[in-house]
């Protein structure tokens, strides 16, 4: 044992004392300094957050915000992406510096093609649109085959059927170096499908909203479904079906379900019960003309 009575012995406790203080002062300001830039990078590490409709998958979700299903999984810790549910609250992050930044599209030229599938030659990406300018969804690896639904208006991409089963935001590259196409020639595109479009053009705030409807197609019946902003109308509240006629153009006003009421912007989505059309918008739920 020693005396805190002896000089030496006082000075050199003294001193301990003093250089732990400092170094534990040290530590916490340097814990401190680390600390609140990774809650801040945590925080700005999220572009956006997303509720979870029913009904809605992390591939959906992906197509939503143009990112790929794995990367919302990986900021979220999901471990099995079949495990999310409605109400849940997802972080999407950012695409990163230098990523593509081109949405995936709303309406886009599709020509036919007598080609069946593409069976890729070498591990192609997998991308929203027809384009190096379109994100990145996922990977195609070699020896893979893709059944082929369309190919672009410059005969450069094929539209495949997407990993969950839909159509119409998967594409891959048509270039003959990377893949090959299979039951067809592919040299006699057809004309272009129709592609409908939908206008809002009036609001009455937590009761109705009119939409314009262009180039719809003839004699198909289609579902007006509503939802939250951002979610396309995908999985949205029904609110009536219609019937499209002899197609083209129309006006319609449709009512604002009760859940949604409140809400301060609303998605709208129009889609046939066949034939893979739709169109979808969104409003302010504010009355307007």
Not at 89 to 99: D, K, M, R, S, Y
Not at 268 to 279: A, D, K, P, T
Request: aromatic share 10%.
């Amino acid at each position: 044992m020693f005396s805190l009575a002896q000089p030496h012995l006082s000075s050199w406790t003294t001193r301990f004392v003093q250089g732990a203080l400092s170094l534990a002062m040290a530590a916490g300001a340097l814990f401190g300094a680390q600390l609140a830039p990774t809650q801040h990078v945590a925080a700005a590490s999220c572009q956006f957050s997303h509720t979870v409709q029913r009904g809605q998958t992390l591939f959906q979700i992906g197509l939503l915000y143009n990112r790929t299903w794995d990367g919302i999984a990986a900021a979220n810790n999901i471990t099995n992406p079949n495990k999310i549910y409605a109400g849940q609250v997802l972080c999407i992050p950012f695409t990163g510096a230098g990523g593509p930044t081109q949405p995936a599209p709303d309406v886009i030229v599709v020509l036919g093609t007598d080609v069946k599938s593409a069976t890729a030659l070498t591990d192609v990406n997998l991308r929203v649109g027809p384009g190096m300018s379109f994100a990145v969804m996922g990977k195609v690896t070699a020896g893979t085959t893709l059944n082929v639904t369309g190919v672009s208006s410059d005969a450069n991409w094929w539209r495949v059927i997407c990993p969950d089963g839909s159509t119409g935001n998967c594409w891959i590259t048509a270039g003959k170096s990377y893949t090959k196409p299979n039951g067809g020639t592919g040299n006699n595109p057809q004309p272009a499908p129709v592609v409908p479009a939908i206008e809002v053009s009036g609001v009455a705030r937590d009761q109705t909203v009119t939409i314009k409807g262009a180039n719809f197609p003839a004699g198909y019946r289609f579902t007006v479904l509503m939802g939250d902003y951002g979610s396309m109308g995908v999985g949205g509240y029904a609110v009536t079906t219609v019937d499209s006629g002899a197609g083209g153009s129309f006006t319609a006003t449709y009512t604002i379900p009760a859940a949604l009421r409140g809400s301060s912007r609303i998605a709208i989505r129009l889609q046939s019960e066949r034939g893979g059309y739709y169109s979808y918008n969104w409003f302010w739920n504010t009355t307007t003309n």
